[in-house]
């Protein structure tokens, strides 16, 4: 039986790669629990309706997921 050689995060090491992996899966959940609220605000704020506010919440979820697919992809 061959001996499979352990592989390493080269500039963070495999701590600190499931720290970064942490930081990341937590980003979206964090970013709409600060961005929701503030809806409605900016909605008045910026004269536009609630559904081009929508959009922007929307378009944050689409360009995400592609961002994922595409940096995915490279690896």
Partial sequence: MEDIPERTQKYLG???LILFL???SA???LST???LPALPVMTSFF????FEMNLTLILF???YSL??????SKR
């Fill in 14 to 16: 495999n701590k600190g």
């Fill in 22 to 24: 942490a930081l990341l």
């Fill in 27 to 29: 980003f979206v959940p």
């Fill in 33 to 35: 629990d600060l961005y």
């Fill in 47 to 50: 004269h536009v309706s609630e």
């Fill in 61 to 63: 979820f689409v360009f």
């Fill in 67 to 72: 961002a994922t697919l595409v940096w995915s």
